[in-house]
């Protein structure tokens, strides 16, 4: 504790008398300060025990000593010590008195203590106290990172909660509460996400102070330059002393060394997880498994999904941030953390900068975390993810086909993600409608439509019948209203006019899908009512 003035009047060697403020003295004092000024408020910071003989103060004077001292209690004063014996043999009556009003706690000194002596009292209290302070915040450090080897993160925050006499909690990159001691925090704990997204927008290191007097909490962000991995919340009932500084200060290099792995580790994890990819799409798993080893847990073992993320045109990075690819594995690989689970990501491409592959289990927590991504960030953030369905390692190739061919449908419908299963579970025809299929359809089907446009006959009306009863004529020529007789006839000129025979099934089949891809009934080239 720094020195108070309780502490200063219990020295023996000072002789120091309370005459008035006595209710304040457990007042901390930063410095003792001796002043003849009958103003000295310009050069006071606060937290001083301002030490006089009243050489330039008229003392006695009621009106002037109640200015005074109220200038000195605004000026944030904590006491004045008034040597007797010198100017004044006692102290006057109208300090007294308005040191006793304005609640001043007021020290006599005597002739025979040197104002000196105080101030070195108060100097080696001071000294004392901030060798204490760092006695015990490296004893601190010593027990934080004994913690950190031996148990991790979590015994880190419980450790850390115990030296600020408060609560503490650990976040990763998406706000989300790793870790947080004692357990009746969790609640103020996760008030702070928005907090700490905040705070992830600013270049590590960064911090900030939210809450009020009685609920104060500090964020620290966790990592090293433009990349925060984390975030560390400290609450407390008042601000942090100097051990305790101590404290916070080595929890934030540890859990940064814990949480923030060295490029190369990371680059050799990628180069590994690449193998193994690479092994799986081949057709090796048992080479794949006996690369991966324990590393991935038991994810290669159980069913899982690939999926493949790309940026669409102009959805890099914005200035000062991180490219997509780059969050989406950061956002996926944080759900895994938290979820306990196993995550296998591979950047493709020069530096990674191309497409993201993940393989993830199936129904677990990175595979949510990626569609709930895709649905509220990922089409403002510049991606397109395509998803397989679940499969086993023997089908890992057929899975990553699956991926691709997603994510071609997301990229050509606009969508931010498609799975296999929407591709298998609906029809084919909403994936004819491109360009280059209604041109095959207007190029087929023109010679009817210009022959119906004479009005010569409903051959285009007619083959949809016909093709949509399966070569029934009588049930076609009754949804027609014409004779079954008129149906063939018209089905021949069909026939001569394509220059194809409708005994062919994929002629059949060609027509069919030319006409559902024409559904409008508008002939080609024409617009509404030309037939």
């Known amino acids: 504790m720094p020195p108070t003035l309780a502490s200063l009047v219990q020295h023996s060697a000072l002789k120091l008398t309370v005459r008035a403020g006595e209710d304040r003295l457990d007042t901390p004092v930063r410095w003792a300060h001796v002043s003849e000024l009958a103003d000295p408020v310009p050069y006071m910071e606060g937290g001083e025990l301002l030490l006089t003989t009243a050489l330039t103060l008229d003392a006695e004077d009621p009106e002037a000593m109640r200015r005074y001292v109220r200038r000195l209690l605004g000026a944030g004063v904590v006491g004045l010590g008034f040597a007797v014996g010198v100017n004044y043999e006692t102290i006057p009556a109208a300090l007294l008195d308005a040191a006793r009003e304005e609640h001043l706690p007021l020290l006599e000194v005597p002739r025979r203590t040197p104002f000196l002596a105080i101030s070195k ?44 006499d408060g609560w503490a909690a650990l976040y990763d990159t998406s706000g989300s509460v790793l870790a947080v001691s004692p357990e009746w925090a969790a609640r103020r704990a996760a008030r702070l ?54 404290a916070v200060h080595s929890a934030v290099a540890l859990l940064t060394l814990t949480t923030e792995r060295s490029r190369s580790l990371q680059a050799a994890e990628q180069r590994l997880g690449a193998a193994v990819l690479r092994m799986l799409l081949a057709g090796q798993p048992d080479h794949a498994r006996a690369v991966a080893g324990g590393l991935y847990g038991g994810l290669l073992d159980a069913p899982f999904r690939l999926l493949i993320a790309e940026p669409v045109p102009g959805g890099e990075a914005k200035e000062g941030g991180e490219a997509p690819l780059a969050v989406l594995a950061e956002t996926l690989e944080a759900a895994a953390a ?77 969508r931010a993600l498609v799975e296999h299963e929407e591709l298998a579970a609906g029809s084919v025809l909403p994936l004819l409608a491109d360009d280059a299929v209604r ?67 994929d002629v059949r089949m060609e027509l069919w899908l030319a006409l559902k891809t024409r559904g409008d009934g508008t002939p080609a080239g024409g617009g509404p009512g030309s037939e």
Not at 134 to 149: K, M, N
Not at 217 to 238: D, F, I, M
Request: with cysteine; proline share 3%.
């Open 439 to 505: 041109a095959f359809a207007d190029g087929l089907l023109r010679a009817l439509y210009d022959h119906d446009a004479t009005g010569r006959g409903d051959l285009v009306a007619s083959l949809r019948a016909w093709l949509s009863r399966h070569g029934q004529w009588d049930a076609a020529a009754a949804d027609l209203g014409v004779h079954r007789h008129t149906l063939r006839y018209r089905m021949r000129r069909v026939e001569e006019i394509l220059g194809r025979s409708l005994d062919d099934p």
């Open 193 to 246: 996400t928005a907090d700490v997204e905040r705070l992830r927008e600013r270049p590590a290191p960064a911090s900030a102070v939210v809450g009020g007097t009685d609920d104060r909490v500090e964020l620290q962000s966790l990592g090293t330059g433009r990349r925060v991995r984390g975030a560390l919340a400290v609450g407390t009932g008042a601000p942090l002393g100097t051990a305790e500084r101590y």
């Open 338 to 414: 938290r979820a306990g689970e196993s995550v296998l990501t591979v950047p493709e491409g020069p530096e990674g900068a191309e497409r993201l592959v993940v393989l993830a289990g199936d129904g677990g927590a990175v595979v949510a975390a990626c569609a709930g991504y895709a649905t509220r960030e990922a089409e403002e953030a510049g991606l397109v993810v395509g998803l397989s369905a679940p499969t086993g390692l023997i089908a890992a190739a057929a899975a990553y086909k699956q991926a691709e061919q997603s994510l071609s449908v997301a990229r050509r419908r606009g």
């Open 121 to 164: 009292a108060v100097s080696a209290a001071i000294a004392a106290d901030q060798y204490r302070a760092v006695t015990a915040g490296f004893e601190a450090q010593r027990e934080l990172t004994r913690a950190a080897l031996a148990e991790g993160p979590n015994a880190v925050v419980a450790r850390l909660a115990a030296h600020v």
